[in-house]
């Protein structure tokens, strides 16, 4: 690649940039994850456990945050650390996907070494008993498929139902009553897709509710499972080409996604034959990782030193910035993925405040959570609809019934109205009423084309 091309920006990489063709693809590159989102014991892991593998380090780290998130929250009914926004509860709760390519992205890979980080191979009893560390979160491999299955797995179990299931298992450690704590790492996410497309699945309704407050309580007639005070993490894994016919269902995608941090995935390196970790190099770390878990699960409200609520200060606005398009409607929630980042990360540190290195951290993953997203969603709209109105207008204004016709007469009324007006409200759009002998005539223009008009005319 030529020093020229070299020194474009990311965004205008464009193939055929020096000829005149309005048609050029303009090219998307890869998010670049810096390591400034793996501070501290943190950093020391995924660079052990990517050191000899294929794994890429933004999947691994964002498992071992999910997966550390799972164990200090929840293991007693609303217990462990978290962080108010007015009157409303923040745990260090994390959903990802993790996005590949293809099935060689090795996304499976970055879940294996968390998963023997987690394991208490090399801890102690009487070191867990001392850090006050209770049975590890349940796991589960999924899939994912209905609220109500979600829900059955972090129900509130009676007593009966206790010992029927200890009698069942009687090898399963009992755990504490009222220890809702899962991790679900489900490496089918198409699967759960599919069942989006089932009449009265609620599965978009259950994730919602289980990543907003913990709680499931659905207007059921028939034996409705409610939940108080749960704490379900997920790990999801697709692939790039999976989720291109999954997106026929965009509703489905916008009524959840928005709940997930999506993290492109790539294998970093080839390496014929990875190596193990090595059990003197991974041993203090997870006999430090499970100290830190216990110290946190004694933690309760959770604040930002001066300081960092400075700097949240500054960051807030560029957060809080709106985007269109699907990719918007799947980052809108920036603000609250990063607190609940830095809440880990201060955890993951030994801190009982939220630090400035901490949610610095936060903000470099968050980053490259969004560049994955911009990535993986840029080019649709939040509803198909929106793609062939947008298009339609770029001949130029039309009234409402070219408009109509433009879209062949397909679409109500009532459909179509909403969507014009959202349009406008973004200012994508402009609409515009011509008095005329009857009714007005209603103007449908793109804002750009209108606005170039306008410069025309004014220079004229």
């Given at each position: 690649?030529?020093?020229?091309?070299?020194?474009?920006?990311?965004?205008?990489?464009?193939?055929?940039?020096?000829?005149?063709?309005?048609?050029?693809?303009?090219?998307?590159?890869?998010?670049?994850?810096?390591?400034?989102?793996?501070?501290?014991?943190?950093?020391?892991?995924?660079?052990?456990?990517?050191?000899?593998?294929?794994?890429?380090?933004?999947?691994?780290?964002?498992?071992?945050?999910?997966?550390?998130?799972?164990?200090?929250?929840?293991?007693?009914?609303?217990?462990?650390?978290?962080?108010?926004?007015?009157?409303?509860?923040?745990?260090?709760?994390?959903?990802?996907?993790?996005?590949?390519?293809?099935?060689?992205?090795?996304?499976?890979?970055?879940?294996?070494?968390?998963?023997?980080?987690?394991?208490?191979?090399?801890?102690?009893?009487?070191?867990?008993?001392?850090?006050?560390?209770?049975?590890?979160?349940?796991?589960?491999?999924?899939?994912?498929?209905?609220?109500?299955?979600?829900?059955?797995?972090?129900?509130?179990?009676?007593?009966?139902?206790?010992?029927?299931?200890?009698?069942?298992?009687?090898?399963?450690?009992?755990?504490?009553?009222?220890?809702?704590?899962?991790?679900?790492?489900?490496?089918?996410?198409?699967?759960?897709?599919?069942?989006?497309?089932?009449?009265?699945?609620?599965?978009?309704?259950?994730?919602?509710?289980?990543?907003?407050?913990?709680?499931?309580?659905?207007?059921?007639?028939?034996?409705?499972?409610?939940?108080?005070?749960?704490?379900?993490?997920?790990?999801?894994?697709?692939?790039?080409?999976?989720?291109?016919?999954?997106?026929?269902?965009?509703?489905?995608?916008?009524?959840?996604?928005?709940?997930?941090?999506?993290?492109?995935?790539?294998?970093?390196?080839?390496?014929?034959?990875?190596?193990?970790?090595?059990?003197?190099?991974?041993?203090?770390?997870?006999?430090?990782?499970?100290?830190?878990?216990?110290?946190?699960?004694?933690?309760?409200?959770?604040?930002?030193?001066?300081?960092?609520?400075?700097?949240?200060?500054?960051?807030?606005?560029?957060?809080?910035?709106?985007?269109?398009?699907?990719?918007?409607?799947?980052?809108?929630r920036a603000e609250a993925q990063t607190l609940r980042l830095s809440l880990l990360y201060a955890l993951l540190d030994a801190q009982g405040e939220i630090e400035e290195p901490?949610?610095?951290?936060?903000?470099?993953?968050?980053?490259?959570?969004?560049?994955?997203?911009?990535?993986?969603?840029?080019?649709?709209?939040?509803?198909?609809?929106?793609?062939?109105?947008?298009?339609?207008?770029?001949?130029?204004?039309?009234?409402?019934?070219?408009?109509?016709?433009?879209?062949?007469?397909?679409?109500?009324?009532?459909?179509?109205?909403?969507?014009?007006?959202?349009?406008?409200?973004?200012?994508?759009?402009?609409?515009?009423?011509?008095?005329?002998?009857?009714?007005?005539?209603?103007?449908?223009?793109?804002?750009?084309?209108?606005?170039?008009?306008?410069?025309?005319?004014?220079?004229?």
């Amino acid at each position: 690649m030529s020093s020229a091309i070299r020194g474009l920006p990311r965004a205008q990489l464009q193939i055929g940039a020096t000829t005149d063709d309005p048609d050029d693809l303009a090219l998307k590159e890869w998010p670049r994850f810096s390591f400034d989102a793996c501070p501290g014991i943190l950093g020391e892991f995924v660079r052990l456990a990517t050191r000899d593998s294929e794994a890429d380090p933004a999947a691994v780290c964002i498992t071992a945050l999910v997966r550390f998130g799972a164990e200090v929250y929840g293991y007693a009914p609303n217990r462990g650390p978290h962080l108010y926004v007015g009157e409303t509860i923040h745990p260090p709760r994390l959903f990802a996907v993790i996005c590949g390519n293809s099935s060689k992205a090795r996304k499976g890979t970055s879940r294996h070494p968390v998963t023997k980080l987690f394991e208490r191979k090399h801890c102690l009893p009487i070191d867990l008993k001392t850090w006050g560390v209770p049975l590890p979160a349940r796991e589960s491999g999924g899939p994912l498929s209905t609220g109500e299955g979600l829900a059955h797995h972090v129900r509130d179990e009676s007593d009966e139902e206790r010992e029927r299931r200890q009698r069942q298992n009687p090898a399963e450690p009992v755990r504490e009553k009222g220890d809702k704590r899962l991790v679900i790492m489900d490496e089918e996410l198409a699967s759960a897709f599919a069942c989006f497309k089932r009449e009265g699945n609620t599965l978009s309704m259950g994730i919602r509710c289980f990543w907003d407050s913990g709680d499931y309580a659905p207007l059921t007639k028939n034996n409705p499972i409610l939940v108080r005070g749960a704490h379900i993490s997920i790990i999801a894994h697709i692939t790039m080409q999976e989720l291109a016919v999954c997106l026929g269902e965009v509703q489905a995608v916008n009524g959840f996604g928005n709940r997930f941090l999506w993290i492109c995935a790539r294998r970093s390196k080839l390496v014929a034959l990875p190596s193990r970790m090595p059990d003197a190099e991974l041993a203090p770390l997870q006999r430090e990782l499970w100290r830190r878990v216990g110290q946190a699960q004694q933690r309760g409200v959770m604040t930002m030193t001066a300081n960092t609520l400075e700097l949240w200060r500054h960051v807030y606005p560029e957060l809080s910035q709106e985007h269109t398009g699907l990719a918007g409607s799947i980052i809108n929630r920036a603000e609250a993925q990063t607190l609940r980042l830095s809440l880990l990360y201060a955890l993951l540190d030994a801190q009982g405040e939220i630090e400035e290195p901490h949610l610095q951290a936060a903000l470099a993953m968050w980053r490259y959570a969004q560049d994955s997203a911009l990535y993986i969603f840029g080019d649709r709209a939040t509803d198909p609809l929106e793609d062939k109105i947008l298009e339609a207008l770029k001949t130029g204004p039309l009234t409402a019934t070219e408009l109509s016709s433009a879209l062949s007469r397909h679409v109500p009324r009532d459909r179509l109205k909403p969507l014009l007006q959202q349009l406008e409200a973004q200012q994508r759009i402009t609409i515009t009423k011509v008095k005329n002998a009857g009714r007005p005539r209603i103007i449908l223009a793109l804002r750009e084309l209108s606005e170039k008009s306008e410069q025309r005319r004014i220079g004229a």
